[in-house]
C-alpha cells in the first residue's frame, strides 16, 4: 500500500454541463440541481463515503448522497429550509422515515 494513492485520481472539467432546474419550484432562493452534488460525490468520493454540507438548505446534497450511496450530513439553522429538506425526503423516501434526517 506505501506509495499507492487511497483513491484514483479523477479530473472533471472546469465546467459542469447540467440540465437547467425549474424555476422556483421551491421557496429556498438557491435551489440546485441534485446532478451537481451528484456529480462531485462520483468524481471524488467512493460508495459508504461519507459527505458534509454544513449549509444544507432545502437537502439537495442530502438526497444527493443517498441517490449515490453516500453517508450525508447536513447541518442547516432555518427551521423553514429543515422542513424543506424534510418534506423533500418524505416525497423521494416515502418507506424511511425522516427522523432519519434530524
Same mark, same amino acid.
Given at each position: 500500500h506505501v506509495g499507492k494513492p487511497i483513491q &484514483?485520481?479523477? *479530473?472533471i472539467d472546469? *465546467?459542469?454541463? +447540467?440540465p437547467p432546474e425549474?424555476?422556483?419550484r421551491t421557496a429556498h432562493p438557491a435551489v440546485f440541481p441534485v446532478a451537481l &452534488? #451528484?456529480?462531485v460525490y462520483m468524481a471524488f468520493t467512493a460508495h459508504g463515503d461519507a *459527505?458534509?454540507?454544513p449549509?444544507?438548505?432545502s437537502g439537495t446534497s442530502i438526497l444527493a448522497a443517498e441517490? #449515490?450511496?453516500r453517508i450525508g450530513y447536513g447541518m442547516e439553522i432555518a427551521p423553514e429550509y429543515v422542513a424543506m429538506a424534510l418534506a423533500?425526503?418524505?416525497? +423521494?423516501?416515502p418507506d424511511q422515515p425522516p427522523e432519519r434526517l434530524v
Amino acid at each position: 500500500h506505501v506509495g499507492k494513492p487511497i483513491q &484514483p485520481f479523477k *479530473v472533471i472539467d472546469s *465546467v459542469i454541463r +447540467l440540465p437547467p432546474e425549474k424555476a422556483n419550484r421551491t421557496a429556498h432562493p438557491a435551489v440546485f440541481p441534485v446532478a451537481l &452534488p #451528484t456529480h462531485v460525490y462520483m468524481a471524488f468520493t467512493a460508495h459508504g463515503d461519507a *459527505v458534509y454540507d454544513p449549509f444544507c438548505g432545502s437537502g439537495t446534497s442530502i438526497l444527493a448522497a443517498e441517490q #449515490t450511496g453516500r453517508i450525508g450530513y447536513g447541518m442547516e439553522i432555518a427551521p423553514e429550509y429543515v422542513a424543506m429538506a424534510l418534506a423533500r425526503w418524505s416525497k +423521494l423516501y416515502p418507506d424511511q422515515p425522516p427522523e432519519r434526517l434530524v
